[in-house]
């Protein structure tokens, strides 16, 4: 797994070594909240949706307090 924490402060924050059609987990304050692929992000990795396993797409900014983690190929963390 790949975690990337969105650090606003940091003035460079950004979920750009996620592809489209990752497998991804999306944790706030130590909790797991979302799970789902990569459907689409913007070249610069500020912003990705994310379709869940029901269809669901929602729309992720690095700011937004999310920890992003990309699972390997095997799906495990």
């Known amino acids: 797994m790949t975690l990337q924490k969105n650090r ?6 950004h979920w750009d ?3 489209i059609g990752d497998s991804v987990q999306l944790r706030r304050n ?7 692929r990569v459907d689409n992000r913007t070249a610069d ?9 029901r269809g669901n797409r929602q729309l992720f900014h690095v700011t937004d307090g999310y ?3 990309a ?5 495990s963390e």
């Not at 130590?30 to 789902?36: D, V, Y």
């Not at 990795?45 to 396993?53: E, I």
């Open 30 to 36: 130590g909790h797991l909240e979302h799970t789902g």
């Open 67 to 69: 920890e992003l983690a």
């Open 17 to 19: 070594d996620v592809q």
């Open 8 to 13: 606003a402060t940091s003035g460079s924050a």
């Open 71 to 75: 699972l390997d190929a095997g799906g």
């Open 45 to 53: 990795g500020a912003v990705v949706w994310v379709m869940s396993d």
